[in-house]
């Protein structure tokens, strides 16, 4: 079985991370004290990939949890499953970060990264066959964007061959808790860039219009943005944590969505989204769960994808339904949206700032130049025109949409 180390690491990162192990600690019948209390095989058939089996039949979260801070990591202690973690994967400081990405990169994170790594080291040590590692951090505060892209790097140079992914929730200007969120932004995303397989990114605008025009709520909390990643991240690792044919593992889902090695930002879309009041009148079809999914209104970025195009899309349905109207409903929204896609990829859908800290200039200089590079690659690539195919170039065998 392929193991998966999770690390939340700041505040926001480990509020979310904490809903997340709240949510499928729910799908798999675990509950607070790690018992199994589910009513399915299925339930335990994948479960080591995420759930280390303690003696005694406790399931324990393959988690480190990281901050600068005592606060939030006392709270998700106290929370509904703060028991469910093994109290050495606590890993925290006392000072904070500031919001000051250099102080979570270059000092008070780097006095504390070795912790973290020890941690690390003893969760891979005890997987079988690990096969990466995910993150969950915010880019705005000074933790999740510095100290996060610290351990990003530290890991990648320790476990090179693993797949690196990561929920990264970024700032929006029209939800702005600093006026530095930008900068640690650009400065964590020149890490990214470099150090990672594949990037979920969701912002906080598009959270609040979910939670305003969608969910239908007039005071959205930050629990319901929360509880919103949650269940995208639920969705998203679903066909690694249950029985499935496509993208079954890190791995694979990287292969088939990255085209190139820079272009692995994602942007997640969940459906259904619907108010609790009409949930129970509704009954969505294949076609409308579809259209929902490529909708804007339920994507986690802020963003129009109709103005631009997509390079790959992955299509992650989960409950009863037709395979075949699933195959035919993808290949429908192709064909009748091909303006949408680029040509150059077959197939492209697959189903299932304070310089005492120890900064120099030139590092805001490399990173604004590297995310504009990015930008530029992907505006080049998406109005590539379509190659000449070479004779035998795709003669393989098509796979399953």
């Excluded at 890490?191 to 594949?198: A, M, N, S, V, W």
């Excluded at 590092?363 to 004779?391: G, H, K, M």
Aim: hydrophobic share 35%; charged share 20%.
């Amino acid at each position: 079985m392929c193991e998966i180390v999770h690390l939340q690491v700041g505040q926001c990162g480990n509020q979310i991370g904490a809903k997340f192990w709240e949510e499928i600690s729910d799908e798999h019948g675990i509950d607070p004290t790690g018992s199994y209390q589910g009513d399915s095989d299925l339930q335990l058939e994948r479960i080591n990939v995420y759930y280390n089996e303690a003696s005694g039949g406790k399931y324990v979260p393959r988690a480190v949890l990281v901050d600068l801070e005592p606060g939030t990591l006392d709270s998700v202690r106290s929370g509904p499953f703060g028991q469910i973690f093994r109290p050495d994967n606590f890993v925290f400081g006392q000072s904070g970060a500031g919001n000051n990405w250099a102080k979570g990169h270059y000092t008070e994170g780097a006095e504390l990264v070795d912790s973290v790594l020890d941690v690390v080291r003893k969760e891979a040590e005890g997987c079988d066959c690990l096969q990466g590692f995910q993150l969950t951090h915010s880019l705005g505060g000074g933790t999740g964007s510095g100290m996060g892209s610290l351990l990003i790097s530290k890991i990648r140079e320790e476990y090179y061959d693993r797949i690196m992914n990561t929920f990264s929730v970024v700032p929006s200007p029209k939800v702005s808790d600093t006026v530095v969120e930008p900068y640690n932004a650009i400065l964590s995303f020149h890490h990214l860039i470099e150090f990672t397989d594949g990037i979920f990114c969701i912002d906080n605008e598009a959270l609040y219009d979910i939670c305003f025009c969608t969910l239908k709520l007039t005071t959205p909390t930050y629990g319901d943005l929360n509880h919103l990643v949650s269940a995208t991240m639920s969705g998203v690792t679903a066909c690694m944590r249950f029985p499935g044919q496509l993208n079954a593992d890190l791995r694979k889902l990287v292969v088939n969505m990255v085209p190139l090695p820079r272009l692995h930002f994602f942007i997640p879309g969940f459906a259904p989204l619907t108010s609790r009041g009409s949930q129970q009148y509704k009954a969505l079809t294949v076609p409308e769960l579809t259209q929902h999914m490529f909708d804007a209104k339920n994507m986690l970025v802020a963003c129009d994808p109709r103005r631009s195009r997509y390079l790959t899309v992955a299509a992650i349905f989960r409950g009863p339904m037709s395979m075949k109207e699933v195959d035919e409903q993808i290949v429908n929204v192709h064909n009748q949206n091909s303006s949408y896609f680029v040509e150059w990829i077959p197939n492209n859908i697959m189903t299932a700032v304070y310089t005492s800290e120890g900064m120099e200039e030139d590092e805001f200089t490399n990173a604004v130049a590297n995310l504009n590079d990015l930008v530029a690659e992907y505006q080049q690539y998406e109005d590539a025109p379509e190659e000449e195919e070479e004779e035998g170039e795709f003669d393989e065998e098509e796979e399953e949409a």
